[in-house]
């Protein structure tokens, strides 16, 4: 199973930037998708963006389209979300995902990281 690892998360001022990163272990990282959700206290949790295999397609939920950035680094191993114009709706704790290939759902999960939004 693939080992997942988030950082970067804190505190960030409403209009203002963060940048997340998601390290994953394991080979052949560029052959399986990898996305971001968030979970804000007693609220579902909410897709935000995914990276297709190779970093082909991104798709970003409709509350972050336009602000947040998915990209990655195969080289790395990592898969990172750029968060631009936070704004007070963003706080959460943000976990990435991994979907094997061909798998429907997403099948390995991080632990998370906080991201607070100050004004």
């Known amino acids: 199973q693939v080992q997942l690892g988030e950082s970067g998360g804190g505190v960030g001022q409403a209009g203002g930037s963060l940048r997340l990163s998601c390290a994953a272990s394991g080979r052949n990282f560029s052959s399986y998708a990898m996305g971001w959700f968030r979970k804000a206290p007693g609220k579902e949790r909410e897709f935000v963006a995914v990276s297709s295999l190779r970093g082909g397609s991104t798709y970003d939920a409709d509350s972050v389209k336009g602000r947040f950035t998915i990209s990655r680094d195969n080289a790395k191993n990592t898969v990172y979300l750029q968060m631009n114009s936070l704004k007070a709706e963003d706080p959460a704790v943000y976990y990435c995902?991994?979907?094997?290939?061909?798998?429907?759902?997403?099948?390995?999960w991080g632990q998370g990281t906080q991201v607070t939004v100050s004004s």
């Open positions: 995902a991994h979907r094997s290939p061909g798998a429907r759902d997403f099948d390995s």
